[in-house]
T-cell receptor, first 122, second 114 residues
C-alpha cells in the first residue's frame, strides 16, 4: 500500500511531555502538509513542507510546535510541553511536486491524506 | 483571505432520498474547490474537485457538485443516498497562488436513516 502513512495512530501524553507524530508521504510525493482537527471543527492548516524546507508555517502556533521533513525519513510534527488543548487529530497529507503551467495556472491541487494521529493529553 | 462556510452542521436523510450539502466560499479569484469525505476514525478521501471548465463536476460514489460563481457556492449532491454514505463531508477551497494548501469548512455530518 503506497498511501500516506502516519504513526502512531493514537498517542496519549501527560501535560508537559513531548509528542512526536510521524508522516511518510505517498511514494513520489515531495510535498507534505500537516492539519489539525479539533473536536467539532474542520481541519485547520498548520504547515507545508518540502524536503528540508518549510514553505508555509502560517498555521503553526508560535510556541511549542515545530515540523521538519528531512532529506531522508518521514516528516515529523513535534509538540513540546503538551497541554490539554493540544488534544486533537493531526492529519498529514502529501501531494506530488507542485508546478505551474503558467502564471496562475492550475496545479493538481489534490491532497492525499493519511488516517491521522489522535493525540490525547491527560 | 479565503474561507469556506458549510451552514449545515448535521443533516439526516432517509436511505434512497436525494441529498444536497451546501458550501459557500470566499475567494478573490476563480477558486479551486474540493469535497472530501471522512468516515469515523479515518482520514479524508477526495470525492471530487473543480478547477475550471464545466461547472457540473462528477465524482466518485455517485456524487456530483455544481460550481455557481454568482452564488459563490459549490453544493454537493447525490440523487439517492445509501446507508454507507453516512460520514462527515468537508468542502475546501484551494490556494491558487502557490502550493496546494486547502482551507476547509467545518464539515457537515450526514446521518442516513434506514
Amino acid at each position: 500500500n503506497a498511501g500516506v502513512m502516519q504513526n502512531p495512530r493514537h498517542l496519549v501524553r501527560r501535560r508537559g511531555q513531548e509528542a512526536r507524530l510521524r508522516c511518510s508521504p505517498m511514494k513520489g510525493h515531495s510535498h507534505v502538509y500537516w492539519y489539525r482537527q479539533l473536536p467539532e471543527e474542520g481541519l485547520k492548516f498548520m504547515v507545508y513542507l518540502q524536503k528540508e524546507n518549510i514553505i508555509d508555517e502560517s498555521g503553526m502556533p508560535k510556541e511549542r510546535f515545530s515540523a521538519e521533513f528531512p532529506k531522508e525519513g518521514p516528516s515529523i510534527l513535534r509538540i513540546q510541553q503538551v497541554v490539554r488543548g493540544d488534544s486533537a487529530a493531526y492529519f498529514c497529507a502529501s501531494s506530488p511536486k507542485y508546478y505551474r503551467e503558467n502564471a496562475g495556472g492550475p496545479s493538481s491541487g489534490e491532497l492525499f491524506f493519511g488516517e491521522g494521529s489522535r493525540l490525547t493529553v491527560l | 483571505a479565503q474561507s469556506v462556510t458549510q451552514p449545515d452542521i448535521h443533516i439526516t436523510v432517509s436511505e434512497g432520498a436525494s441529498l444536497e450539502l451546501r458550501c459557500n466560499y470566499s475567494y478573490g479569484a476563480t477558486p479551486y474547490l474540493f469535497w472530501y469525505v471522512q468516515s469515523p476514525g479515518q482520514g479524508l478521501q477526495l470525492l471530487l474537485k473543480y478547477f475550471s471548465g464545466d461547472t457540473l463536476v462528477q465524482g466518485i460514489k455517485g456524487f456530483e457538485a455544481e460550481f455557481k460563481r454568482s452564488q459563490s457556492s459549490f453544493n454537493l449532491r447525490k440523487p439517492s443516498v445509501h446507508w454507507s454514505d453516512a460520514a462527515e463531508y468537508f468542502c475546501a477551497v484551494g490556494d491558487t497562488g502557490g502550493g496546494n494548501k486547502l482551507t476547509f469548512g467545518t464539515g457537515t455530518q450526514l446521518k442516513v436513516e434506514l
